[in-house]
């Protein structure tokens, strides 16, 4: 079973299915008993599905797309 450190670190890949499925049960099976976990979890995708849906409908300040790229890099956009 995954721990905090582990799941958190994990927790980009799990959000994008990059896991294997063993390792995506370890960590649900681990967000399910840990509350903390659960709040990082649904603050990272909340996050995400926020600045995509705004970058896709919104025009962006300038330079803002950059300064977001710089701090969490490409896979935030989350290419569909």
């Given amino acids: 079973m995954a721990d905090c450190q582990e799941t958190l670190n994990e927790l980009e890949r799990f959000l994008d299915s990059e896991l294997s499925p063993v390792r995506v049960a370890e960590v649900i099976g681990h967000l399910k008993g840990c509350s903390d976990c659960q709040g990082a979890?649904?603050?990272?995708?909340?996050?995400?599905?926020i600045i995509k849906t705004k970058a896709q409908n919104e025009d962006l300040p300038k330079g803002f797309l950059d300064r977001l790229l710089g701090c969490f890099g490409d896979e935030v956009l989350g290419a569909d």
């Fill in 41 to 49: 979890y649904e603050f990272h995708s909340e996050l995400r599905t």
